[in-house]
């Protein structure tokens, strides 16, 4: 398998962290977002969203999107399990994942601070505040469905694909200054998965395309 993907995109590092959990080898080939690789009619070719990552299959399958990306992983390597559980446990890990990857992240993207910024006339605070709502109504949404399902990890005492998406979007939330701080159950299922080596080995400062400082 080949990974198409940038350290520090989080939809990159779910995906890592699920590798990482399943135990599976993979080649990597980055596609540097500030240099807008993404855009590029190669990458587009492999996704059409140009957006990271893509996965290259085995069998020649190139597949998009990191949720999609983590199904398939678990449909073709299923033990360990990131979607663990009787069918309410795998729900509720399914939508603490999609309310991160479809309702918080996308807020957040790149592209998207760029277009406020560029298009939409905001300086600095009105990112700040924008980040601060919208993908922080999505986090005070996942903080509530931790206090119904959270143990160890996100849902129960094993890490699914929930902490998949949980940690890299408690690590974007750092690096642009979304206030976590009353998020007490996201934040300990955050600090217990830094503990884990999967989650360690996928950590964006371990990527061979981060930057030495
Ligand atoms: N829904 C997509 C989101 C992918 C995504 O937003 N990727 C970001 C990095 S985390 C990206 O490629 N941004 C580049 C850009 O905005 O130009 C997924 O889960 O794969």
Known sequence: MKL???????????????????????????????????????????NPTG?????????????????????????????????????????NIRAIAATIACEAQPLMNLRIQQYLKNEGGFDDDAVSAWLNTWPANAMSAVEEMLSRSAGDFCVGDTPSMADCCLV????????????????????AVYERCQQHPAFEKAHPLNQPDAPEQ
């Open 51 to 91: 957006l990271v990552p893509t996965l290259a299959t085995n069998d020649g399958a190139m597949l998009n999107q990191s949720l999609a990306i983590m199904e398939y992983l678990e449909e073709v390597h299923p033990s360990p399990s990131i979607v663990p559980g009787n069918a309410a446990a795998k729900a």
């Open 168 to 187: 890299p979007q408690m690590f974007a939330a750092e690096r642009f200054g979304i206030d976590t701080s009353s998020f007490s159950k996201m934040n």
């Open 4 to 46: 198409f993907g940038y350290w520090r995109s989080s939809a990159t590092y779910r995906v890592r962290i699920a590798l990482a959990l399943k135990g599976l080898d993979y080649d990597y080939a980055p596609v540097n977002l500030l240099k807008g690789e993404q855009k590029t009619d190669a990458y587009r070719a492999k």
